[in-house]
């Protein structure tokens, strides 16, 4: 089972900064925090990870509270192309089943004009 | 284009009858992944390769489901007697040494089993 909660859906106004938060209160020391998004018919795209420091590249910046218990994921100028379903992924870095990603039911976001 | 593969895009097929997908990896990439999505729910693991070797499989991948991956490049997924639940997006992805969390995924193949 996905170990992190996410509301079911969002809507965010054109140019604006969508905040999508996710809640890992069970994290361990040694996982990370993955963030991908699905848009439409199209395979997942990875986005982002962080372990315990703020993340910022191309695409978003993720900010991870002190304790690691959730996080959220920044995308500072939302774009319609941005619309699609955003998934918080915690994954071990070593040990355990590092083999796949868990993904659960994610957010839907929507960009509206 | 240098991305994840797949073959076909698309797959219909009867109740009964095998099929195969193809996914062929990021060059280089060393893991591969198999995952099944439907409609609305988030994609599941399937099973994982590291090179030829296949490392994990999930309790989804029944009796029915066999995957391949001969030469530690493309791998094959093969589902036997299909059945109408197995009618899902089938989506490969890869992922280089060293960035097991970094996985790109292929465009999927569709299987409608009617």
């Known amino acids: 089972d996905a170990k992190t909660t996410q509301p079911t859906s969002m809507d965010c106004a054109e140019g604006r900064a969508a905040n999508l938060p996710c809640n890992h209160s069970?994290?361990?020391?040694?996982?990370?925090v993955y963030w991908y998004r699905q848009i439409h018919s199209q395979g997942p795209q990875y986005i982002i990870h962080g372990l315990k420091n703020n993340e910022t590249n191309e695409m978003a910046s993720l900010i991870i509270t002190e304790d690691r218990k959730s996080s959220t994921l920044i995308l500072p100028h939302a774009t319609l192309r941005d619309t699609a379903v955003y998934y918080c992924?915690?994954?071990?870095?070593?040990?355990?089943?590092?083999?796949?990603?868990?993904f659960g039911k994610g957010t839907k976001l929507s960009v509206k004009p | 284009d240098t991305g994840v593969s797949q073959d076909p895009r698309h797959k219909i097929t009867k109740r009964g009858q095998n099929v195969t997908f193809r996914c062929d990896p990021i060059?280089?990439?060393?893991?591969l992944y198999w995952y099944r999505q439907t409609l609305g729910q988030g994609p599941e693991f399937l099973t994982y390769?590291?090179?030829?070797?296949?490392?994990?499989k999930s309790r989804l991948l029944s009796d029915r489901f066999s995957a391949e991956r001969p030469k530690g490049s493309f791998s094959t997924l093969e589902i036997q007697r299909t059945e109408q639940g197995d009618s899902a997006m089938y989506l490969c992805?890869?992922?280089?040494?060293?960035?097991?969390?970094?996985?790109?995924f292929g465009q999927g193949t569709r299987l409608t089993v009617v």
């Open positions: 992805a890869s992922s280089p040494p060293g960035g097991a969390g970094t996985a790109f």
């Open positions: 390769f590291q090179n030829e070797a296949q490392l994990e």
């Open positions: 060059s280089e990439h060393n893991r």
């Open positions: 069970t994290i361990s020391g040694n996982e990370y």
């Open positions: 992924i915690v994954r071990p870095a070593w040990g355990g089943s590092q083999g796949n990603l868990i």
